[in-house]
């Protein structure tokens, strides 16, 4: 069992910044796939950024070169860097983890980013 904690979101104007992050705990995070996904409202929701336990990274086209994500193993911890927000951006943000081994995915609660003037 892995839960997710996230935290970081807000209401930002757009070319702002946010840094989400999310506490990890409940397995051997350093081996997990950790992941953000996000969901506008009457949208799916879809991959934003990932990073493998080898630190790895894979971004959507449509938030490359403007989204970072990092972790710290020592901390538990997985963030996302998101800079020269647009409002396209606006969604509820969550997220994942794929532990080593398991077929499981699990989710974080969401936190809501808000990209408004």
């Known amino acids: 069992q892995v839960q997710l904690v996230e935290s970081g979101g807000g209401v930002v104007q757009p070319g702002g910044s946010l840094r989400l992050s999310c506490a990890a705990s409940?397995?051997?995070?350093?081996?997990?796939?950790m992941g953000w996904y996000r969901q506008a409202p009457k949208k799916e929701r879809e991959l934003a950024a990932r990073?493998?336990?080898?630190?790895?990274?894979t971004y959507a086209d449509s938030v490359k070169g403007r989204f970072t994500i990092s972790r710290d193993n020592a901390k538990n911890t997985v963030y996302l860097q998101m800079n020269s927000l647009k409002p396209e951006d606006t969604a509820v943000y969550y997220c994942?983890?794929?532990?080593?081994?398991?077929?499981?995915?699990?989710w974080g609660q969401g936190t809501q980013v808000t990209v408004s003037e």
């Open positions: 409940g397995s051997l995070f350093r081996t997990n796939t």
């Open positions: 990073i493998t336990r080898d630190g790895s990274t």
């Open positions: 994942s983890a794929d532990p080593m081994g398991s077929i499981m995915r699990y």
